[in-house]
């Protein structure tokens, strides 16, 4: 029982992170990061938001990932998640959040490491794809 209550926690927080905005993703991710809690706790709340966010795939959330990569407050390890799956979680590719994920995409962070660079050039080609066959 215990393991199927844990997909059905996520979904519920999902369904919640999804209604947030930009600034509302910054205040809970600076909460944690403010608590005075263990290392690792504190590592595994932060890791649990960022791949809830990821999956939500709101234009807010895409946003926040964004700011996160460009500002480097990712590592190049965790960037490559939320690049890699963005064609795949992206709610509504609209106009004006597409040309964000490009400048994304021209970004020194992504264009200065070749793995993170070859995934952003495949996954925004799959998006305007699927933009456009839609």
Do not use: W
Not at 26 to 36: D, P
Not at 79 to 104: C, G
Request: glycine content about 2%; overall charge positive.
């Amino acid at each position: 029982f215990g393991k199927k209550e844990i997909p059905s926690q996520m979904k519920s927080l999902k369904t919640v992170i999804s209604i947030l905005t930009t600034a509302d993703l910054k205040a809970v991710y600076k909460s944690i990061q403010s608590l005075t809690v263990s290392i690792d706790l504190k590592e595994t709340m932060r890791t649990l938001l960022l791949d809830t966010v990821r999956m939500a795939g709101t234009s807010p959330c895409v946003m926040f990932l964004k700011e996160m990569i460009e500002t480097e407050q990712l590592t190049a390890t965790e960037a490559l998640m939320p690049i890699a799956t963005l064609a795949h979680n992206l709610k509504t590719p609209t106009v004006e959040l597409i040309d964000q994920i490009f400048e994304l995409i021209k970004s020194p962070v992504v264009t200065g490491n070749p793995i993170l660079k070859a995934h952003a050039h495949l996954v925004f080609a799959t998006i305007i794809r699927k933009a456009c066959l839609t």
